[in-house]
């Protein structure tokens, strides 16, 4: 599975940008998709998770009120949408692809290069 994250760019504070992050392949549907995120000097870290059918979600807890995990299997794609953004938003964002249900980035095997969002002040 390759996978093709986009939407980031620059937004001001306060702003929303979405995120997708397209899948090659026709097994996207049997794979629960994670998003991460990696702020600059910082570890990469978890931002939310969903499962197979999209039933499923979950957050970081930094995000809960901010952003929303979707996806649209008929597409291939998996999306985050960001609103009330903050310039601690800042980072390179990160899709990818795992068999379990899991925070953990050890448990997904298959990762995009990533998309850049700013989030000025």
């Known amino acids: 599975v390759q996978l093709q994250a986009s939407g980031g760019g620059l937004v001001q504070a306060g702003g929303s940008l979405r995120l997708s992050c397209e899948a090659s392949?026709?097994?996207?549907?049997?794979?629960?998709m994670g998003w991460f995120h990696q702020a600059p000097g910082k570890e990469r870290e978890f931002v939310s998770i969903?499962?197979?059918?999209?039933?499923?979600?979950d957050y970081a807890d930094s995000v809960k009120s901010q952003f929303t995990i979707s996806r649209d299997n008929a597409k291939n794609t998996v999306y985050l949408q960001m609103n009330s953004l903050i310039p601690e938003d800042t980072a390179i964002y990160y899709c990818?692809?795992?068999?379990?249900?899991?925070?953990?980035?050890?448990?997904?095997?298959?990762w995009g290069w990533g998309t850049l969002v700013t989030v000025s002040s």
């Open positions: 990818a692809a795992s068999h379990s249900y899991q925070r953990d980035s050890y448990w997904y095997i298959y």
């Open positions: 969903i499962d197979w059918s999209g039933g499923n979600t």
């Open positions: 392949g026709r097994t996207f549907s049997s794979y629960i």
